[in-house]
């Protein structure tokens, strides 16, 4: 529990991982500030949580910096910040098929907005002597897929955390990320089969996909005092997909132990 009210702003938090998010800090006693390109889904967040919410292409530095500003003015110096605005990518394209305006976008949304966010937010902390950053990178940032530009983008979000971990640490900021792995968010649910090939779950240690409020438990803890002495830090949180994979060459992780009679 948040020993004071603290101010915590999600940018991305109107729907699925950000939403979560913004709805475990207010369990545990943020004050949430809810940002997202879409006003009415943040709105909505805010309204369900009494918090406040504001309309931000984090792309656009400026937007970033009049954001910054009126939370401050509005509600209060920011102790908390989490990343989770993305842009996603077709799988379907080889690198040389790649529309080239499609990869501008991913790149100024999940690399250059994230650093926009952490640029003016981070600056702040540090000025108050206090805070904590929680980047949403992903586990197609620790190695190969066909996400062209997803992919590269998140790896790169990772080391932009921890350049920015180093930077600002002495002045009181912690700055960490979490690597999602297959979340069933609502996009997911949605998405006719064939994304990927088999059966998804069974190449999951645990069996099972995510559930957008399990990162939400890595994010929240990442972002309070209990973790005190963490920065720099990408959290995995992929229900062991990273660790399974390797298998898939030998026929796959075991299935679960059953009971002896």
Same mark, same amino acid.
């Given at each position: 529990m948040v020993t004071e009210s603290k101010v915590g702003?999600?940018? !991305? !938090?109107?729907?699925?991982i950000g939403a979560a998010c913004c709805r475990l800090m +207010?369990?545990? !006693?943020?004050?949430?500030?809810?940002?997202?390109?879409?006003?009415? $889904? +943040?709105?909505?967040? +805010?309204?369900?949580?009494? *918090? $406040?919410?504001?309309p931000l292409?984090?792309?656009?530095?400026?937007?970033?910096?009049?954001?910054? @500003?009126?939370?401050?003015?509005?509600?209060?110096?920011? $102790?908390?910040l989490v990343v989770a605005a993305a842009a996603f990518q077709d799988t379907k394209f080889a690198p040389d098929e790649f529309p080239m305006d499609m990869w501008r976008r991913i790149v100024t949304v999940n690399l250059e907005g994230a650093f926009?966010?952490?640029?003016?937010? #981070?600056?702040?902390?540090?000025?108050? !002597?206090?805070?904590?950053?929680v980047n949403v990178a992903s586990i197609a940032g620790h190695g190969s897929s066909p996400q062209h530009a997803y992919g590269p983008t998140k790896a790169a979000v990772i080391n932009m955390t921890q350049?920015? #971990? #180093?930077?600002?640490?002495?002045?009181g900021v912690r700055v960490n990320s979490v690597s999602p792995g297959a979340v069933l968010v609502a996009r997911v649910k949605a998405r006719p089969p064939g994304r990927y090939a088999g059966d998804i779950d069974s190449q999951?240690?645990?069996?099972?996909?995510?559930?957008?409020?399990?990162?939400?438990?890595?994010?929240?803890?990442?972002?309070? @005092?209990? #973790?005190?002495?963490?920065?720099?830090?990408?959290?995995?949180?992929?229900? *062991?997909?990273?660790?399974?994979?390797?298998?898939?060459?030998?026929?796959?992780v075991p299935g679960p132990v059953t009971q002896q009679q």
């Amino acid at each position: 529990m948040v020993t004071e009210s603290k101010v915590g702003v999600v940018i !991305g !938090g109107g729907n699925g991982i950000g939403a979560a998010c913004c709805r475990l800090m +207010a369990q545990q !006693g943020w004050r949430v500030v809810v940002v997202d390109l879409n006003k009415e $889904s +943040a709105e909505e967040v +805010a309204k369900e949580l009494g *918090g $406040s919410s504001y309309p931000l292409d984090i792309s656009d530095l400026a937007s970033v910096e009049l954001i910054s @500003d009126l939370v401050e003015k509005d509600v209060g110096p920011v $102790s908390g910040l989490v990343v989770a605005a993305a842009a996603f990518q077709d799988t379907k394209f080889a690198p040389d098929e790649f529309p080239m305006d499609m990869w501008r976008r991913i790149v100024t949304v999940n690399l250059e907005g994230a650093f926009n966010a952490n640029r003016v937010f #981070a600056a702040r902390m540090a000025r108050l !002597g206090r805070g904590s950053i929680v980047n949403v990178a992903s586990i197609a940032g620790h190695g190969s897929s066909p996400q062209h530009a997803y992919g590269p983008t998140k790896a790169a979000v990772i080391n932009m955390t921890q350049n920015f #971990a #180093a930077q600002y640490g002495k002045s009181g900021v912690r700055v960490n990320s979490v690597s999602p792995g297959a979340v069933l968010v609502a996009r997911v649910k949605a998405r006719p089969p064939g994304r990927y090939a088999g059966d998804i779950d069974s190449q999951m240690a645990l069996g099972r996909r995510i559930e957008p409020e399990e990162i939400a438990n890595g994010v929240e803890f990442l972002l309070s @005092d209990r #973790a005190s002495a963490i920065t720099g830090t990408d959290l995995l949180i992929d229900a *062991g997909w990273a660790v399974a994979n390797p298998w898939s060459i030998f026929g796959g992780v075991p299935g679960p132990v059953t009971q002896q009679q």
